[in-house]
């Protein structure tokens, strides 16, 4: 999923006003779940290691097959960061440079209903 800034700004405020309505808590610290995904193991590695430096928790990479049956690598980066929109925005700004620099996919962000 290849996004500009401002698109990911837009799809994090519908995600925020979903959690939001759904009644999550606005003044919890939230788990955010920096998703990124590449076939190349090397490429999504050194963007792991990037991340990692850059002070977020990196989960393991895991394998998941598409919906056409293609094989791919992918995993997290998680900070926790209150349900703000420029807080998330900033995580995804410094994020985008790094997926750039190695060619790996940024997939978004989620996150749990908090109550």
Known sequence: MSLNTQEWREETLA??????????????????????????????????????????????????????????LCFDAITQRPLKVEAIMGDIDAMLPIVAKHGVEYDGWGTYFQE
């Open 15 to 72: 995600i925020i006003d979903e959690l939001l309505a759904d009644g999550s808590n606005p003044e919890a610290e939230y788990e955010i779940e920096h998703h990124f995904a590449s076939q190349d193991f090397d490429l999504l590695e050194k963007a792991a290691v990037d991340l990692f430096k850059a002070g977020y928790e990196v989960t393991d990479a895991e394998e998941m097959e598409l919906d056409d049956g293609a094989t791919i």
